[in-house]
């Protein structure tokens, strides 16, 4: 048996490997197992499917004029900078990166050793989805698992791992990474993550905040950013944009100065420091003017909302976590998952703790999501 395989015959929709639905690039079952004749507009995969708004096109578009100074040294990113500032209420250093793994993984090397830990919800993303890139950029700090109700972990929890072996021959704990809004679309209070930077700071630990979804967050918590990020404990954020309506480019805000110390380095090493640094920061001027960034975030959170108030009347529809920004997850049927692949909609089954992920978007409709209703409702009858 030849097991050469090209990545042609590898892609999912060729052949047999397409017919059977399976994606030997990433291992992961195929959305598209049904062959479907329906195109649809939008999709609740995930809210990476989205366009960029009209704003930061907009603003990128204002930036792609004359010639400007690169690696940073321009006015967009110093304005973005300056207006991420101002968002959070206080002094911080911020660079701008391709991508949420980037960010997060060069932000959690710069809190750490690498005979250090960081310690995460079982189903982070730092955990589940980076394909270890935490640890090759740290050259090697371990992830420590905790696992919590919700997505969430609590600050005993923390403290017992960091209380499990205090020997030389164990990773030392040193970071505690927090996902905002979390993995099951559950958003941590204050009062939740003043505990757990409280805990952190007895134990001597750094707080590391993954915000892919952290517009999300703040509009479903209707609080200001400050008292969730800095005022809480949290040290580095994520600030990703993306999911949000940026084109490319998440924010790594750090409230703690001491942790910027050479991260522009890290960067370049990275290959993350961009030479046209402003396509990736005006579109981040775009999203932080009259608050843009919130409005989208709040619609997306509303459509899920709409999702949830749907789907819960249905009896063979089971709503797994509180839906508290713009995602809602599911228990169906496998045939009701199958029928609704073959109806073209394109959605996650293996995401989070299991069930059907249906992630809303800052540009999703409400015609979107009351068509994807109906045909679950027919689905349901077939």
Not at 113 to 120: D, G, P, R, V
Request: with cysteine.
């Amino acid at each position: 048996m030849n097991c050469k395989l090209s990545l042609i015959s590898c892609w999912p929709f060729a052949g047999v490997v397409g017919r059977l639905g399976f994606n030997c690039l990433t291992g992961i079952e195929s959305m598209t197992d049904h062959q479907s004749t329906k195109t649809r507009e939008r999709h609740f995969a995930s809210d990476n499917y989205s366009g960029v708004c009209r704003e930061a096109w907009a603003a990128m578009e204002e930036a792609n004029r004359g010639h400007v100074s690169a690696y940073g040294e321009d006015q967009w990113t110093r304005r973005a900078s300056d207006m991420l500032r101002d968002l959070f209420e206080t002094d911080c250093e911020v660079f701008f990166v391709f991508n949420g793994t980037a960010a997060n993984s060069l932000s959690l090397a710069s809190m750490s050793q690498s005979y250090h830990s960081i310690l995460c919800h079982d189903y982070a993303h730092v955990e589940r989805d980076e394909c270890g890139a935490p640890e090759f950029f740290s050259n090697g700090t371990k992830v420590l698992l905790i696992p919590g109700p919700n997505g969430k972990i609590r600050p005993d929890d923390v403290e017992e791992m960091v209380k499990r072996r205090t020997d030389i021959h164990y990773p030392k704990p040193k970071v505690v990474s927090v996902t905002q809004a979390t993995e099951m679309g559950t958003c941590y209070t204050v009062e939740e993550l003043e505990a757990l930077g409280c805990r952190a700071k007895h134990l001597g630990l750094k707080m590391h905040m993954d915000g892919a979804r952290f517009a999300n967050a703040v509009a479903s918590l209707d609080l200001k950013p400050k008292e969730i990020t800095w005022q809480a404990g949290v040290d580095v954020l994520c600030f990703g944009g993306t999911k949000n309506g940026t084109p490319v480019g998440d924010a790594v805000v750090f409230f703690n100065h001491e942790l910027a110390h050479e991260f522009d380095y890290r960067c370049k090493q990275s290959g993350q420091l961009a030479s046209k640094m402003r396509y990736l920061s005006a579109p981040w001027v775009g999203m932080l003017q009259d608050n843009v960034w919130l409005k989208y975030a709040r619609h997306a959170n509303g459509m899920a909302a709409l999702m949830e108030e749907l789907l819960s009347p249905i009896n063979e529809v089971r709503i797994m976590f509180p839906r508290e920004a713009n995602s809602v997850f599911v228990e169906m049927p496998r045939h009701l998952i199958d029928y609704m692949h073959g109806q073209g909609w394109k959605f996650y089954s293996f995401i989070g703790e299991g069930g059907c992920r249906l992630m809303c978007s800052w540009d999703t409709r409400e015609e979107d999501v009351r068509a994807f209703v109906d045909d679950l409702k027919n689905g349901l009858r077939a």
